[in-house]
């Protein structure tokens, strides 16, 4: 076997700046440590509901510089290209990027490389963002959301890491092809020991800020990919005693997590399984309007974004939820500038404005009030004091 790809070894999770700095905060040697933050609220909902959470970002935290640039169709109008080079260069430059959503009819029928999602692929590759952090988090006040009896999933509160930039996804070779006269269609599964190293460093750092519980889903009676991954974690655990690693094959974590999905409290998968139980654990809570995610480099850079996509049936009408695009916010405070005291903030916030009664369309039930994204991000300032 040969491993021919040498990645960076990823020590932390947390970002290399000290929690606190100030606005224009010049270090010993004349460099500006400013946190630069680049807003990016692409298409539908996206301008409304990131316009909330950055409200919520300058109350908590006034020292923040934000700039805001274009990307996906609102890029693709302006400048006929879904990742322009300006997006480019101020992605590159901020600690974090904070999006909305991209994507809508307007640019179904335009060529693949124009196509908005292009744009969202063009930014994660250029960051090189390799870890995928997804919780499902349902809020007992939304336990009827799910479509899970209430005692099942009732407090639910899992995070699903998910390796972004590997696997069968970008495996070489692919194809369709013809073979002794009929279509042949392939795809390549593979991991490096250390692509899996990092994105398990990433998840055992997670878990040993939750419930210190990590299990790791694969397929290993059948994958030899999967085989290195199961090895790979096990030789990572000595560097963790606190947080408990356990294994679980794929098909039997799909069956657990609609079964009992409290049992979890981090899982990490690679990229094709974590597609499929990301979905599948988000759909548990019955929100999409409420979940958050968080994309990592490694080294403290993230892109934040919800869970759900631009909502075009929704678009412009002040229907949409805010509280995934705000809890985004509170992933990024925790993940890329260490702030854990004021993700904390923004989350109880959001806790006590459902506690409130109020609701957008998404989670309304009767006998709640109604609310419109605007009001719904008023009430989440309003809790923050
Ligand atoms: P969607 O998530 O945009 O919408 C699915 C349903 O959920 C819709 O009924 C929508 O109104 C509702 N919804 C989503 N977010 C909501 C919110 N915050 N508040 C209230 N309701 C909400 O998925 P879709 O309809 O399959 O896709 C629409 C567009 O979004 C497509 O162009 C797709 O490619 C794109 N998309 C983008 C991303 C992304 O930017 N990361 C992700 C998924 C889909």
Redesign the pocket.
């Known amino acids: 076997m040969r491993f021919t790809e040498d990645l960076p070894k990823v020590e932390t999770l947390q970002s290399p700046r000290k929690a606190g700095t100030e606005y224009h905060d010049i270090n010993e040697d004349g460099k500006d440590m400013t946190q630069k933050i680049c807003i990016l609220p692409?298409d539908?909902?996206g301008p409304e509901?990131t316009a909330q959470a950055v409200r919520v970002l300058e109350a908590l935290e006034p020292g923040f510089e934000m700039e805001t640039a274009l990307l996906?169709g609102a890029a693709v109008d302006a400048t006929g290209d879904p990742y322009p080079e300006a997006t480019r260069k101020l992605a590159a430059e901020a600690d974090a990027v904070l999006?909305g959503?991209?994507?809508?009819?307007k640019w179904?029928a335009l060529p693949r490389e124009q196509r908005?999602?292009r744009g969202?692929l063009g930014i994660r590759k250029h960051l090189g963002l390799f870890a995928n952090l997804r919780p499902a988090i349902l809020y007992p006040e939304l336990a009827n959301a799910s479509t899970l009896k209430p005692e099942v999933v009732s407090g639910l509160d899992i995070l699903i890491v998910r390796e972004l930039t590997g696997d069968i996804y970008f495996g070489q070779p692919r194809g369709i092809e013809n073979r002794n006269g009929e279509r042949f269609g392939f795809n390549t599964m593979h991991y490096t020991e250390s692509e899996i190293r990092r994105i398990g460093r990433v998840a055992f750092e997670a878990a040993g800020k939750r419930n210190k519980k990590l299990c790791s889903v694969d397929k290993m009676n059948v994958l030899e990919t999967t085989q290195l991954w199961r090895d790979v974690m096990n030789e990572l655990a000595p560097e963790y005693p606190d947080v408990v690693l356990s294994h679980m094959l794929a098909d039997n974590a799909a069956m657990q997590l609609v079964r009992a999905p409290r049992q979890f409290d981090v899982l990490v998968t690679g990229n094709m399984f974590g597609d499929i139980l990301s979905d599948e654990a988000s759909m548990l809570t019955g929100s999409?309007?409420m979940l958050p995610s968080a994309s990592l480099d490694g080294n403290g850079k993230g892109l934040y974004?919800?869970s759900?996509?631009?909502?075009?049936?929704?678009a412009g009408r002040d229907?949409?939820?805010?509280l995934?695009a705000i809890l985004s916010a509170a992933m990024m405070l925790r993940y890329t500038f260490n702030k854990e005291e004021a993700a904390c903030r923004v989350e109880n916030a959001v806790k006590k404005v459902l506690a409130r009664g109020l609701r957008?369309?998404?989670i309304f039930e009767p006998g709640m009030t109604k609310a419109g994204t605007k009001q719904m991000g008023d009430a989440v300032l309003e809790e923050l004091g």
């Open positions: 692409g539908g909902i509901i996906g999006l959503a991209v994507g809508g009819p179904d908005p999602e969202l999409i309007g974004e919800p759900h996509g631009s909502a075009p049936d929704i229907a949409a939820n805010p995934a957008t369309g998404d």
